[in-house]
């Protein structure tokens, strides 16, 4: 049963560039969410997906946007990177039970130079 | 929305010790999870704990939640090396999605 992968897993940009991060759900999940975290800091929650919807967002500019597809896959793009966006960008998925319990990914390191 | 506040922010033990980690949190809460982080890795989940709930144990781990006080603990018993990690906890509000996370508790275990 394969986990929560995500792709890559490092990435270096420059400023002003545009960036997609990709993460495929645990098998069986239907529901992703995508965070950030900072270096020494806890995630924080950018938002998440379902049904191909954005369900919930957290207080990040419309930089950041999402799609999920009909295989539950889900992208994160960022667009004009700015040097603070650099960030370990995590992948959850969660399904039934309604817990919210959530399995992560690896990680995308995303550094912005 | 809420996030958890863990204290402390960080710990040392030695191998074989507990190693005990608070968290604490501002409204009622539907659950509240516990997850651990390897370093620059993502985030393993530990455990779930209801609000209906004042104790559970899985393995070396206890958790207890007084939502009297809005505070949870992780225990961590006969801790090893490979507990070395960072250690979250995520309080859930009843309707919310998303987990909130703090900071943290760095816990370093000393073989």
């Known amino acids: 049963d394969a986990g929560v992968t995500q792709s890559p897993t490092h990435l270096i940009k420059t400023r002003g560039q545009q960036v997609t991060l990709r993460c495929s759900p645990k098998s069986g999940h239907d529901t992703v969410s995508w965070y950030q975290q900072a270096l020494g800091q806890g995630p924080q929650f950018i938002f998440q997906y379902y049904e191909e919807e954005e369900r919930q967002r957290g207080n990040f500019p419309d930089r950041f946007s999402g799609h999920q597809f009909p295989n539950y896959s889900s992208e994160l793009n960022v667009n004009a990177l700015l040097l603070g966006d650099s960030a370990l960008y995590l992948c959850?998925?969660?399904?039934?039970?309604?817990?919210?319990?959530?399995?992560f990914g690896p990680g995308t390191r995303l550094t912005v130079l | 929305s809420q996030q958890g506040e863990e204290d402390p922010q960080a710990l040392s033990i030695q191998e074989g010790e507990n190693a005990t980690m608070n968290c604490s949190y501002k409204?009622?809460?539907?659950?509240l999870q516990w997850y651990r982080q390897n370093s620059g890795r993502g985030l393993v989940h530990l455990i779930l704990i209801r609000s209906n709930e004042r104790e559970k144990h899985s393995g070396r781990l206890r958790v207890t939640l007084d939502t009297s006080k809005k505070s949870s603990s992780l225990l961590i018993t006969a801790s090893r090396a490979a507990d070395t990690a960072s250690y979250f906890c995520?309080?859930?509000?009843?309707?919310?999605?998303?987990?909130?996370f703090g900071s943290g508790t760095r816990l370093q275990v000393q073989p």
């Open positions: 959850a998925s969660s399904g039934l039970p309604r817990n919210n319990e959530q399995f």
């Open positions: 995520a309080p859930m509000d009843t309707g919310r999605r998303a987990l909130t």
């Open positions: 409204t009622s809460i539907n659950n």
